[in-house]
């Protein structure tokens, strides 16, 4: 027998259609009958059964307890399949924003050695693990194009490695946008990177107060990144830039491109090295919420495509198996964001020996703080938020098997989101 799953969220808008969230898909699906019926039906027939356990809205169970073991289980089997790797190339930047989560370290670059002590362990890990189908690369930094020879080093050993084991590789970047070497670009998309990720902190007058006036740069670069790369441009939301965001959508729209591009939109949050945060959201915060929704919807309606999936987090590196980071030196971590913090430290590419690549640690605490508020509440953001963010939970002195509790924060967005799928629905109607 199957149960509505308890990571649900229901809103009626009217008697003509039912409105779910998922937390475990993350998506937003709309439904002309009651959700409890069509499980009903759909329990006496298999294939309905697992079209719907795959978007997230059943459960063997309806028990909450129960039912957060078996999201557990979910999550392992189908993280099982993907090894996702941030490697640093270089903490070295071009601009000198006063947020960066980098500020307290010595700038640096990786070396040849790095890169192939972490192939061995790449090639290990595929060795010992045949389940693995797919390998995300992502080249992080500072700005990593400052060193195209040694990304282009990492991306041959990768491929190579992964080509011998037959698993498919995904390599993506991260830049500030303003490395105008054409010659660099054509190589790198040449050595198999295929997408790349530029960020902007508003429009024009905002961005240049914390970019170095780089924003008129990087848009003059954006059509020669566009021959190149499928892009993500990521807009950093804080108090001060929503109200700009029409402008900067109006500046990308006026961009010729040659390949599609998405607006990721996410937000700058409080750092272990940034003093001035009186413009930047709480991680909890409902306002910030309401941004998210006012953004996106102004992307639907002129038709940019956009991105949120960043104020759901798993798959964090922090609780998920067989992901996490290495620094320029070899240092290797389980969260993209603490450089340097020994609660996030998990060994070394040049001794691997004491490598728990399963978590055990941080996913003891996340059941332990699952045991107060989220099941006294039965939460139905639990798989989005898994009791809060680690690197957050740190900052604010909350102990590791302690919630930091986004319910709010979630119910605000979700129910935003809801609003945007049925305008989307009478458009298409209509």
């Known amino acids: 027998m199957i149960y509505k799953s308890p990571f649900v969220f229901v809103k009626h808008l009217d008697e003509k259609k039912e409105f779910v969230f998922s937390s475990q898909s993350q998506k937003v699906y709309a439904f002309k009958f009651n959700l409890e019926d069509v499980i009903h039906v759909a329990d006496k027939y298999p294939l309905a059964r697992q079209k719907l356990g795959k978007l997230g809205l059943i459960s063997r169970t309806n028990n909450y307890d129960e039912a957060v073991s078996e999201f557990e289980e979910k999550k392992i089997e189908k993280n099982s399949t993907i090894l996702r790797l941030v490697y640093n190339v270089t903490t ?33 890990m595929l060795s010992a693990n045949k389940n693995f189908k ?15 020879d040694l990304c282009m080093e990492l991306l041959s050993v990768f491929r190579k490695i992964c080509k011998t084991k037959r698993v498919r590789l995904f390599p993506t970047m991260a830049t500030n946008g303003l490395f105008k070497d054409y010659d660099a670009y054509k190589a790198l998309n040449k050595s198999g990177l295929k997408n790349l990720q530029i960020s902007f902190d508003g429009p024009k007058y ?14 003059k670069n954006i059509p020669i990144l566009s021959e190149f790369f499928v892009l993500s441009i990521k807009y950093n939301i804080h108090k001060e830039n929503i109200h700009g965001f029409r402008e900067f959508l109006k500046d990308i729209k006026s961009i010729r491109f040659s390949r599609p591009y998405t607006i990721t939109l996410e937000a700058l949050h409080k750092t272990s090295t940034y003093e001035g945060q009186s413009h930047l959201y709480n991680y909890e915060d409902e306002a910030l ?75 003891m605490s996340v059941r332990k703080a699952a045991d107060t508020i989220c099941r006294e509440n039965k939460c139905p953001f639990f798989p989005v938020c898994e009791t809060g963010c680690f690197y957050q939970k740190r900052l604010n002195g909350i102990d590791f098997s302690q ?17 945007l799928k049925a305008k989307e629905w009478v458009k298409t109607a209509l």
């Open 92 to 124: 070295k930047c071009g601009l000198d924003c006063k947020y960066c989560f980098q500020n307290h370290l010595e700038r640096r670059d990786t070396t040849t050695e790095t890169i192939k002590k972490t192939g061995e362990l790449l090639d290990g």
């Open 206 to 219: 905002i961005h240049n107060k914390t970019r170095k006036d780089s924003y008129d740069a990087i848009m």
């Open 289 to 363: 919420a309401e941004a998210v929704i006012e953004l996106a919807d102004l992307c639907a309606r002129n038709n940019v495509p956009y991105d949120i999936c960043a104020f759901f987090e798993p798959p964090c590196m922090a609780t998920s198996p067989y992901s996490f980071m290495i620094e320029p030196e070899g240092k290797i971590s389980n969260c993209i964001t603490a450089y340097n913090i020994e609660d996030f430290s998990m060994g070394h590419v040049y001794d691997t020996r004491s490598f728990n690549f399963l978590r055990d640690d941080f996913n």
């Open 134 to 148: 797919l390998v995300n690369l992502y080249l992080f930094g500072g700005d990593p194009i400052l060193r195209p």
């Open 403 to 419: 919630p930091l509790c986004r319910h709010k924060f979630y119910s605000k967005l979700v129910d935003g989101l809801i609003e």
